[in-house]
């Protein structure tokens, strides 16, 4: 199961930290990602976590910007967003799928939590 929250309004050039609570893997071996879908557009992915390696790998968009991170004992997944733009307003979900390798896209994820939205305005 996954659970996110953190969304908020936030103007530009803010920042912003998403929480994700995870449970229920059945694998030691799974992919935790963040995957957000703005108005009128598709879903894409964002960034991703690889639990047997502890890579991640964030989207062009977000390199720079924005941090995936994972708390093993909490069972917890974050995305730290900073410099947030008017364009990052969306609805961002976390999502989860069991593998070794971030997919590539957001479709092979299998397990979804509820969006949280992030507007970003001035």
């Known amino acids: 199961q996954l659970q996110a929250s953190g969304g908020g309004l936030v103007q530009p050039g803010d920042s912003l930290l998403l929480s994700c609570a995870t449970s229920?893997?059945?694998?030691?071996?799974?992919?935790l990602g963040w995957v957000r879908q703005a108005p009128g557009k598709e879903r894409e992915g964002v960034a991703c976590?690889?639990?047997?390696?502890?890579?991640?790998t964030e989207a062009d968009f977000a390199r720079g910007r924005f941090t995936i991170f994972r708390d093993v004992a909490e069972n917890m997944v974050y995305l730290q967003m900073n410099y947030l733009r008017p364009e990052d307003t969306a609805v961002y979900f976390c999502?989860?799928?069991?593998?070794?390798?971030?997919?590539?896209?957001?479709?092979?994820?299998?397990?979804w939590g509820q969006g949280t939205l992030v507007t970003v305005s001035s």
């Open positions: 976590y690889v639990s047997r390696s502890g890579d991640t």
């Open positions: 999502a989860s799928v069991d593998g070794s390798t971030c997919p590539a896209t957001p479709k092979f994820y299998n397990s």
């Open positions: 229920g893997f059945t694998s030691e071996n799974y992919v």
